[in-house]
């Protein structure tokens, strides 16, 4: 199931049922769109290949933490995370918070609590672009550069031909083949890893335009594209 650009799509990471049921329930009544894995990995499966708007994440997990997954999750995506936790440890919220977390419920929790704190995470996340007069991107192909919410982006030739065009095809999934195809003079020359690095780099550069921006998507076995509803 995939988001829409009307109802946020929340990926629940949790491997009691119950848990599971009764956050589907509230969630999808108030009208966003749920997806659930029972474990870490199934869990970055997933990432990798859906658009997600916020993970609801539990630290106690069957094959790894809580904790471990959201340091994984936060090599690739800024993608918000809410953590469930049934520890009350302030140490244990504190490290949450420190490795990339954007908040936290304590069980046995209030699913309508859950709720508005999932509301909250994404007003902000949307806000920091809704605020923003200018456009998200804006391409000057004449002088070979683009900005970022209005401000000018420093690229490097392969940076700036890569996000150019992933932003001309929103959505698209493009291997690592097909943009050295688009970037590169002689794609054959150089190894399709090379690709991962530019992207890391614009990655970074689109975050210090926008504390947690991350419209590039990773596709895991696939390769990237650029997030069509930047904004849920």
Not at 207 to 226: A, E, N
Request: proline content about 5%.
């Amino acid at each position: 199931m995939k988001a829409t650009q009307t109802k946020p799509f929340i990926l629940i990471v949790e491997d009691e049922p119950s848990i599971v049921d009764t956050i589907r329930y509230t969630l999808e009544t108030d009208n966003f769109l749920t997806a659930c894995a029972g474990s870490g990995e199934e869990a970055l499966a997933m990432l990798a290949t859906e658009p997600v708007d916020l993970v609801v994440l539990d630290v106690g997990l069957p094959d790894l933490s809580g904790f471990e997954l959201c340091k994984q999750i936060r090599r690739d995506s800024s993608v918000p995370v809410l953590f469930l936790t049934a520890r009350n440890d302030e140490i244990d919220r504190v490290v949450g918070l420190e490795i990339g977390g954007d908040d936290y419920v304590t069980k046995p929790f209030s699913p309508r609590e859950l709720s508005a704190r999932i509301k909250a995470i994404l007003r902000r996340t949307c806000n920091r672009i809704d605020n923003n007069s200018s456009p998200v991107f804006s391409v000057d192909e004449h002088k070979q550069c683009i900005t970022c919410l209005g401000i000018r982006l420093e690229l490097s030739r392969y940076e700036y031909l890569i996000l150019k065009t992933l932003i001309n095809r929103p959505g698209r999934v493009y291997s690592r083949r097909l943009l050295m195809e688009q970037a590169w003079d002689e794609p054959d020359s150089s190894m399709e890893r090379t690709v991962d690095a530019h992207i890391k780099n614009l990655r970074a550069k689109l975050k210090r335009v926008q504390s947690g921006f991350d419209p590039i998507i990773t596709h895991r076995g696939s390769g990237y594209s650029l997030r069509e509803n930047l904004c849920p």
